[in-house]
């Protein structure tokens, strides 16, 4: 019989990743059967989804506690599949909230656990590592400093690079998108990423558009576009209407549109190594809910909220958190990015570096590799 595998995500990143390691694996062992918790994407690559992940993601502490109902339904469905299919293997990817109940459960069933992209454990859940190291039998990482991270814990562990290095092209030249999307040429262009979950849109796109606007009254024959998840477009488009702006919504050419921008105005998360990879200057913001951000604050370990800084070590980009996301801040540092070339391009050299810490390609490759042996044992 061949082997079985089924991957689990929750949320849109995951979605991306855990397609691309399906197709790798299913071309290099046609033979092994995946199914799993995931989107369009993992769908696309010929995963068989026994529930969508859609519906799963939440922002901050207190929004999952509203929800709580809600994803409990989501995980009994998802034990009794996985009780009743017995895989040969279950690859969890992030979204620890969940994943780490499932790594138990299949620990409890003599299932092997392959955990692919690290929850945030070494920011804010340190003494959840306690469990990783008792239920997962292969953790699986994308960022440099967690190898030393889940080695000096005791963690079984393997590096294999970082998938966007592979992903992460642009797609269609800078000429083609300045075209499509109606931005002149010769103007500064401004790209306005408000995040991919709607909690985050909420939190993120009235001072994005703020900051545009006033940016647009100071700063002659500047441009903006607002890059969005498709599913959004339409929320984001009629926010434009009501405060009677005409910025193009870009869905399709993410890459492109980063690529092309002078700057990116972006919600924290994994869009801050892709503008990274592709050497754009960025200013990163975060917002949650009061309860979920005085919460957050007790936990939280980290210097930064942004991986692109973690990556580098230190502050590359500009950081704008909670409070401080106010128009007046962004326009000031965006004032400062626009306005001085030396500013932007040491800027565009600290991402570099970031990019080169980041490995080579062929990261899917070499994760699954490590889930065909799991898996075949």
């Given amino acids: ?16 990743y855990g397609a691309m390691l399906a197709a790798e694996i299913m071309k290099k062992r046609p033979d092994i059967v995946v199914s799993g918790v995931g989107g369009e994407r993992m769908r696309a690559a010929g995963v068989d989804i026994f529930q969508d992940s859609g519906n799963l993601p939440v922002v901050g502490f207190w929004e999952a506690i509203v929800r709580l109902p809600e994803l409990r339904r989501a995980m009994n469905s998802m034990k009794s599949y996985i009780a009743r299919e017995r895989p040969d293997l279950l690859i969890l990817i992030d979204y620890p909230g969940m994943n780490l109940r499932l790594a138990s459960f299949a620990r409890e069933k003599g299932i092997k656990v392959m955990y692919y992209i690290s929850p945030q454990v070494w920011a804010w859940g340190r003494s959840r590592v306690k469990a990783i190291r008792k239920n997962v039998d292969k953790m699986v990482v994308i960022l440099p400093f967690e190898l030393e991270f889940y080695r000096n814990e005791g963690v079984d562990v393997d590096y294999v690079g970082h ?102 105005l972006t919600c924290s998360g994994t869009v801050t190594l892709e503008a990274a990879l592709l050497g754009t200057p960025m200013i990163v913001i975060y917002r949650l809910s009061l309860v979920s951000w005085l919460l957050g604050r007790l936990v939280v370990r980290v210097p930064y909220i942004s991986l692109a800084n973690l990556v580098a070590g230190r502050q590359a980009v500009p950081e704008l958190i909670q409070g401080g996301v106010t128009s007046e801040g962004l326009v000031r540092e965006s004032m400062r990015i626009l306005n001085d070339s030396q500013v932007s391009e040491k800027m565009r050299s600290d991402l570099g570096e970031v990019r080169s810490r980041l490995g080579q390609g062929g990261a899917t490759a070499r994760a699954a590799d490590i889930a065909i042996a799991l898996a075949s044992r």
């Fill in 163 to 264: 998938p966007l290095i592979d992903l992460v092209k642009t797609e269609i030249d800078r000429e083609d998108f300045l075209e499509r999307y109606g931005v002149a040429p010769g103007s500064k262009l401004v790209s306005l990423l408000p995040g991919s979950r709607l909690q985050e849109i909420g939190h993120h796109l009235a001072p994005l558009l703020e900051t545009a606007r006033a940016l647009g009254r100071a700063v002659p024959g500047i441009e903006f576009v607002v890059v969005s998840v498709p599913e959004y477009r339409d929320l984001i488009e009629k926010e434009l209407r009501n405060l009677g702006l005409a910025y193009p919504v870009v869905t399709e050419h993410k890459y492109a549109s980063i690529a092309a921008s002078d700057l990116a």
């Fill in 1 to 16: 019989m061949p082997p079985r595998i089924v991957i689990v995500t929750g949320e849109a990143s995951g979605d991306v």
